[in-house]
Structure formats: structure tokens, C-alpha cells
T-cell receptor, first 110, second 113 residues
């Protein structure tokens, strides 16, 4: 049974702080990893993806992957109230399908 | 702009009355997916098409069917909706590459009365 685990939150951070979102996965054969943002009542929106161990940066977002520990994280620097949403971690085992976590709710207070 | 479009955005049906949800894409992606998402839950994959090849998830109820008449369109048919089928239905597309990044449409919110 493939599993992707996330803390449901809410994770509360003040505006301007760094938000750290974490995700673990069970399938060692997983090849690619995605972070989606989902506002309430809306569909998931891709933030970024990562395939290789290490860090990948895109603007205020940094994805970190550690395949040995089966762990992927998303850092959001200079958090803004508009970043308040649920963040979904998704894992691809290489067969065109994604396994999603339940998501972590992030609340950024002004 | 290339995009994934879902219609309708909101659908209300009665218990047991068949309903069809549609998805179209201008991305020319060869893989299309249907997900069901209930409140505070992860999106649950129902099925996907890789071109015309249909792939059904093992736990997708028989009540759910899908059609893909061409590359651009995909339909989700719910033959006899129950109260438990009320959810957001998400369509997504991807190319068959090693990225397999999926792009989602806006979703259809289904209410069953």
C-alpha cells in the first residue's frame, strides 16, 4: 500500500516568516515528487517538482528531497497571507499516476 | 492560453439520477485523469487514460464510468449517484514523460440531493 504522509496542521506562521512543510512516503521506488497548493474550494495548483536529492529553489519556494530518508519538504520564505492554503505532497512511482497526501493547511497571519 | 476546462463547475443531481461531467484540454496531453476529492481528503484517483488505453483503479466503484472520444475530451459518468458521491471531481492531464507533471482543471462540485 503506497502511502504519503503529511501533518494535517494547521501550521500557523506570522507574515514574513519561513514556513516548513514536510512529507514522507513509503515507496522507495518513487521517482518524482510534487508540491501542489490548493485554496479552499479550488483545484490543486502545481508549485514545483523535484527528482534529485538535494534542494531546488524557485522564487520564495524551496523543495528539499532526501530519498534515503524518504522525505520531501517545502520551504516558503517571506510567507504572505496569500500563501494560506492547503499544500499537497504528491509522489510518482513512474507509472503516470500520483499518490497524494491529505495535505497540510498553512495559515499565515498578518 | 493552453488549459484544462471542466463543465459544469457546479452540478446538482438527485439521488439515483445519472450525471455526466466533462473535461477538455488544449494542452494536447496524451494522459487524462479523473479524481474524486472529498472535504479534507487527498484527491483519489478514479481512472486515467493513456491515449485510448483505459486504466481503472481497483477500488473505483462500478457506478463510475469514463469515456474519451478523442485526445481533447474526457467524460465522467456516474450512473446512479448516491449521497456518498457528493464531492469535487477533478480532471487532470499530463504528458508521458519522466516528469509526469499533472495539470488540473478547476473541478466540478457535485451535490447529490
Amino acid at each position: 500500500q503506497k502511502e504519503v504522509e503529511q501533518n494535517s496542521g494547521p501550521l500557523s506562521v506570522p507574515e514574513g516568516a519561513i514556513a516548513s512543510l514536510n512529507c514522507t512516503y513509503s515507496d522507495r521506488g518513487s521517482q518524482s515528487f510534487f508540491w501542489y497548493r490548493q485554496y479552499s474550494g479550488k483545484s490543486p495548483e502545481l508549485i514545483m517538482f523535484i527528482y534529485s536529492n538535494g534542494d531546488k529553489e524557485d522564487g520564495r519556494f524551496t523543495a528539499q528531497l532526501n530519498k534515503a530518508s524518504q522525505y520531501v519538504s517545502l520551504l516558503i520564505r517571506d510567507s504572505q497571507p496569500s500563501d494560506s492554503a492547503t499544500y499537497l505532497c504528491a509522489v510518482n512511482e513512474g507509472y503516470s499516476t500520483l499518490t497524494f497526501g491529505k495535505g497540510t493547511m498553512l495559515l499565515v497571519s498578518p | 492560453d493552453a488549459m484544462v476546462i471542466q463543465n459544469p463547475r457546479y452540478q446538482v443531481t438527485q439521488f439515483g439520477k445519472p450525471v455526466t461531467l466533462s473535461c477538455s484540454q488544449t494542452l494536447n496531453h496524451n494522459v487524462m485523469y479523473w479524481y474524486q476529492q472529498k472535504s479534507s481528503q487527498a484527491p483519489k484517483l478514479l481512472f486515467h487514460y493513456y491515449d485510448k488505453d483505459f486504466n481503472n483503479e481497483a477500488d473505483t466503484p462500478d457506478n463510475f464510468q469514463s469515456r474519451r472520444p478523442n485526445t481533447s475530451f474526457c467524460f465522467l459518468d456516474i450512473r446512479s449517484p448516491g449521497l456518498g458521491d457528493a464531492a469535487m471531481y477533478l480532471c487532470a492531464t499530463s504528458t508521458k514523460t519522466n516528469t509526469d507533471t499533472q495539470y488540473f482543471g478547476p473541478g466540478t462540485r457535485l451535490t447529490v440531493l
